[in-house]
Nanobody, 123 residues
Framework: VQLQASGGGLVQAGGSLRLSCAASGRTFSSNAVGWFRQAPGQEREFVAAISWGDVRYYADSVKGRFTISRDSAKNTVYLQMNSLKPEDTAVYFC??????????????????WGQGTLVTVSS
């Protein structure tokens, strides 16, 4: 499955963005899908994930501000990001697991990766 992340951009602190992760090649409505981010000079970190059956997981740093959702008809997973902070600035990646459940919050659990989309939050 090929993943395409989009929706990044420049936004002021307190603003909102919605990222999209579109799949091609096959449906991924029955796969667990996650979002990760990587800031310059830092390691890739977990942001959010959703399982088949829509069980959701969030990093503590984004809980209450970000929402992950899935539109199976469009074969797309979204990350709605509200109340953005400068520390949210990073390249955001979507990733899919071969399985249906979220096995963990580490990158090696995910088998397919998109190319990333840059989110810049200005203060």
């Amino acid at each position: 499955v090929q993943l395409q992340a989009s929706g990044g951009g420049l936004v002021q602190a307190g603003g909102s963005l919605r990222l999209s992760c579109a799949a091609s090649g096959r449906t991924f409505s029955s796969n667990a899908v996650g979002w990760f981010r990587q800031a310059p000079g830092q390691e890739r970190e977990f942001v959010a994930a959703i399982s088949w059956g829509d069980v959701r997981y969030y990093a503590d740093s984004v809980k209450g501000r970000f929402t992950i959702s899935r539109d199976s008809a469009k074969n797309t997973v979204y990350l709605q990001m509200n109340s953005l902070k400068p520390e949210d600035t990073a390249v955001y990646f979507c990733a899919a697991d071969r399985g249906a459940v979220v096995r963990g919050t580490s990158a090696p659990y995910y088998d397919y990766w998109g190319q990333g989309t840059l989110v810049t939050v200005s203060s």
